[in-house]
């Protein structure tokens, strides 16, 4: 994520995801992590996540299209150029835009409410998804840290389960306020109906 602590002590994991903010350039920090990365092991896995892709929905095609590919092509800049660690091919291939946010509203099976475009970036997180098993499987049958893999991934399906039920707890909360409302409306509504009633009563 944006922000990496420069003493973060992940450096030997079998595969690293950098979940950037679409609505700005690498960070400093974040490149000098993947640098040291890059120094200590010889062939790290890397992929890069595009977050909140969302909020480009309101551009138009053109400007979406230029502010993608200028996030792309300094992406692969780095990770080619600077870092030497696959071709421009390969480091296309790990890029995504993706909308974190939306991909969780639609597992939740909420997704009447999503901006437009919603299909591309959950299918680009999909695609995502499938390559990063697919990488971890590979990593962790191919080195020793198989347990570290299958730990990562527990963890990762924990902290998902854990967005999930805060998720559910939020729309039920605002489902009862709503209904609350409706309820208190109604109540309002009647009281008033009453009141003009016995008012009407009185001056006849």
């Known amino acids: 994520s944006s922000g990496i602590n420069a003493e973060y002590g992940g450096q030997d994991a079998d595969v690293f995801v ?4 679409s609505e700005s350039t690498l960070m400093h920090s974040e490149k000098s992590f993947f640098k040291r990365v890059n120094a200590k ?3 790290p896995n890397i992929f890069i996540l595009n977050n909140r892709w969302d909020c480009s929905a309101g551009e138009d ?4 299209d230029e502010v993608r590919s200028q996030h792309q092509d300094r992406t692969i800049e780095f990770i080619v150029d600077e870092l030497g660690l696959m071709t421009r091919k390969e480091t296309s291939e790990r ?6 946010k939306e991909a969780l509203k639609i597992r939740m099976g ?6 437009q475009g919603w299909e591309e970036r959950y299918k680009e997180f999909e695609e995502f998804e499938v390559k990063f098993e697919h990488c971890l499987s590979a990593s962790a049958i191919n080195t020793k840290f198989h347990s570290h893999a299958l730990r990562g991934r527990d963890i990762a399906n924990s902290l998902n389960e854990s967005l999930t039920k805060i998720e559910q ?5 605002r489902k009862k ?23 009407k009563f009185f001056k006849q």
């Open 18 to 21: 950098l979940v950037a903010n």
């Open 169 to 173: 707890l939020s729309f039920n909360y």
């Open 177 to 199: 306020c709503e209904e609350e409302k409706k309820i208190k409306e109604s109540q309002l509504n009647f009281v008033l109906e009453e009141s003009a009633a016995i008012k």
């Open 61 to 64: 095609t053109g400007t979406r």
């Open 95 to 100: 890029i995504f835009f993706i909308s974190a």
């Open 110 to 115: 909420q997704a009447s409410d999503l901006a």
């Open 41 to 43: 092991l010889s062939q």
